[in-house]
């Protein structure tokens, strides 16, 4: 009788402990949170900083890190397998896809990029530039703000008889990547000395300065007077707050514009259609009365192969592409991006699905 009550007072007992472990582990499983990898570029890092908490709030389950690190890094990185989404203003090269078959190029929306400078009593000025004479500037042939190029593009401007500081990134860069395409593009002389990538070897220039990331860029415009540096377009803000100039540039039709919410878009109107099925391509010096010669798809170079993390990471990239998602304005307008046109939009569905 003692017996039989021990043993059903025992099976109570592992009934209890096996409640209480099922309990705990079914916490544990609410409570579990899937961890997305971010970090490259700093053109892009804005957007992500607003895309997350509003991310997280919806899905309080997944939980994202992102970081300004250079597309260099991004890419990098992503390739290696250290994250699940290396941020880049630059797709991967043939050379890169031809070793690397199973990474993907995803854009997640348009972008652009500025050309600022600062010279004292003229910052509120647009003055305008053109490629070949940024390449002069550069390489270090036009040395003088009132070189005798840039007055003939910018009559009646009092240009100052000061040496030019040219500014560009230290670091692997997509926005390296993208100034130098509109510098080869429009001064075929470029192209073919230097080329352009995320790295370039820039020509020794007196007084040039490097800097990293896109934070690095605006500083060292700030703190050196007649500086000239390429800044992405989400660093508008902080451009304006610093009182610094942003020029006008020749587009592939001859006129002079700014990055607007006109200019930008005609460019992605003339180039998005040529957009192949693995999205990578150049959108820079569109053609067009008023495009905009430097536009860009900002990508998330992405792995196929994520085991586990494919079904969170396709769910996120894709409410990061829905306008209803991460591409409605009040994510994209603070950081000056345009949503995707609807055909880009398609064709990067269509890669988030092959993510497995």
């Known amino acids: 009788m003692f017996k039989a009550k021990?043993?059903?007072?025992?099976?109570?007992?592992?009934?209890?402990v096996l409640a209480a472990t099922l309990a705990t582990a079914s916490i544990g499983a609410a409570n579990a949170t899937t961890t997305i990898q971010e970090t490259g570029s700093s053109l892009l890092y804005p957007l992500f900083n607003l895309w997350v908490p509003a991310y997280s709030k919806a899905h309080p389950d997944v939980q994202i890190n992102a970081a300004s690190t250079g597309s260099g890094t991004g890419i990098a990185q992503s390739i290696a397998g250290n994250v699940q989404l290396g941020g880049s203003d630059a797709y991967l090269s043939g050379a890169m896809m031809k070793k690397h078959p199973h990474m993907l190029n995803i854009p997640v929306a348009i972008s652009s990029q500025m050309v600022n400078y600062n010279l004292p009593g003229l910052n509120g000025k647009h003055i305008k530039l053109s490629g070949p004479v940024l390449s002069r500037i550069y390489e270090g042939t036009a040395t003088y703000w009132d070189d005798s190029a840039i007055k003939r593009m910018n009559p009646g401007v009092d240009l100052p008889h000061h040496r030019i500081v040219p500014v560009h990134r230290s670091d692997g860069s997509g926005d390296t990547f993208l100034f130098t395409q509109y510098l080869s593009f429009s001064h075929p002389y470029w192209h073919k000395k230097y080329g352009y990538g995320t790295t370039v070897n820039w020509p020794a220039v007196q007084g040039e300065i490097g800097a990293t990331g896109n934070p690095g860029m605006v500083q060292a415009l700030k703190d050196n007077p007649y500086s000239v540096a390429y800044i992405g377009i989400s660093y508008?803000?902080?451009?304006?707050?610093?009182?610094?100039?942003?020029?006008k540039?020749?587009?592939?039709?001859g006129n002079?514009?700014?990055?607007?919410?006109?200019t930008v878009p005609a460019a992605a109107a003339a180039m998005v259609p040529k957009t192949p099925k693995d999205e990578r391509v150049s959108l820079i010096f569109a053609p067009g009365h008023n495009a905009y010669p430097i536009i860009n798809y900002e990508y998330t170079i992405v792995s196929a192969d994520q085991g586990d993390m494919a079904a969170p990471l396709k769910q996120f990239l894709n409410w990061a592409v829905s306008t209803k998602g991460g591409n409605a304005s009040e994510f994209l307008k603070p950081v000056n991006f345009m949503p995707l046109p609807q055909k880009a939009a398609e064709l990067t569905r269509a890669q988030i699905a092959k993510i497995h």
């Open 6 to 16: 021990g043993l059903r007072t025992g099976s109570l007992v592992i009934k209890g």
């Open 256 to 262: 002079f514009v700014l990055p607007t919410v006109e």
């Open 249 to 253: 540039l020749k587009n592939r039709s």
């Open 236 to 247: 508008k803000g902080q451009i304006d707050k610093d009182g610094l100039g942003e020029a």
